[in-house]
């Protein structure tokens, strides 16, 4: 059975194609009588205008895409569902793609997005690759980065929105050293992300001034799992350790040193404190219950997708002053006090 289209009403109603796109377009120019009509005929034939043509017609598509390096992580899995939440109740549709900026061909994920006539991309990745792919895009769309400029592109004209990890990490190695922790270890640093390098630096330059010993182990993978944690935590627990609290660079990370600490017969926090960030759901789980530092999630999807909004509806009033958001330290039960 063939689609009914706009000539297939307007022909049943008696009326031209333009009165029917006036009655679907919301126009007060058609009466009520005929409005009823119309509309009473489309319901009955099943007729769907095409938002493609649509936004053809109009310049505009109502799509947004978002381009996320990783739907494993509970924390990428949030941030979509925030993301999809908020477009929606700005009119927005969310065209989500999967893609890391190491790959070397995630070039083809902008080309097939503007494709398909996004009028705009988010781009999730703390990636020091990801400005240099974004200058190659962002005349011909609008592109904001979610996630941190590196100190090597200081004067790329990006909009960016991103938690403050160098505050983070500052705030962590502070919180370990309240509780008088004075030897740690630093899990899971990885030098091919900003956000990663800002956490650390931020972590070990807190601790060196507080007098504190770090000794890092760093992940050489593109991505943060359980697994790179647990195989991390081996390694620290197999060598005689006299640390007695860790900093995981991110929660899946210190779910996998809970993992190996197990394992281990390592109590946490009994014989190690243990403090992860960002957050993710699990972290709050009753039989998990890990201090972190909040990367604020919610607030960051939604301020990227602001920004990015405003530069689609508002070209010229367009902000590209990156917008830094603080992480929040929660409290658990993995970490406690040295005596």
């Not at 009823?36 to 947004?64: D, F, K, M, P, Q």
């Not at 502070?174 to 091919?192: D, I, K, P, Q, S």
């Not at 195989?231 to 005689?240: C, G, K, T």
């Amino acid at each position: 059975m063939e689609a009914v289209t706009i000539k297939d009403i307007a022909r049943m109603a008696g009326v031209s194609c333009a009165t029917v796109s006036r009655v679907l377009n919301g126009s007060p120019t058609v009466t009520p009588e005929l409005r009823e009509r119309i509309l009473e005929l489309c319901r009955r034939h099943g007729y769907r205008r095409n938002l493609l043509a649509r936004g053809l017609s109009s310049g505009r598509t109502n799509l947004v895409g978002c381009i996320l390096s990783d739907l494993d992580n509970p924390l990428f899995a949030d941030m979509a569902l925030a993301l999809e939440r908020f477009l929606r109740l700005r009119g927005y549709h969310l065209f989500l793609c999967r893609g890391r900026v190491e790959d070397g061909n995630i070039g083809r994920l902008f080309e097939f997005l503007i494709g398909h006539r996004v009028d705009g991309i988010i781009l999730a990745s703390s990636s020091r690759q990801a400005p240099e792919l974004i200058r190659r895009y962002i005349q011909y769309i609008p592109i904001v980065l979610q996630g941190g400029l590196s100190d090597s592109h200081p004067d790329l004209d990006i909009p960016s929105v991103y938690v403050d990890s160098e505050a983070g990490g500052r705030a962590a190695a502070e919180y370990l050293f309240r509780l008088g922790h004075t030897r740690v270890a630093y899990l899971g640093a990885r030098e091919n992300n900003y956000s990663h390098l800002a956490r650390q630096r931020g972590f070990t330059g807190a601790a060196e001034r507080l007098g504190m010993s770090v000794r890092t182990f760093s992940n050489e993978a593109y991505s943060s799992t359980m697994e790179v944690g647990y195989h991390l935590a081996r390694r620290f627990f197999l060598d005689p350790f006299q640390e007695t609290a860790v900093f995981a660079a991110c929660d899946t990370i210190a779910l996998g040193v809970m993992s190996a600490a197990r394992e281990f017969h390592v109590a946490i926090p009994g014989d190690i404190s243990l403090l992860g960030f960002d957050n993710i759901i699990y972290a709050g789980f009753p039989h998990i219950r890990l201090s972190t530092l909040d990367h604020q999630a919610r607030q960051v999807v939604e301020t990227a997708a602001d920004r990015l909004l405003a530069q689609i509806e508002h070209p010229e009033a367009a902000c590209t002053q990156p917008v830094m958001i603080p992480p929040v330290l929660v409290q658990r039960d993995t970490c406690k006090p040295r005596r």
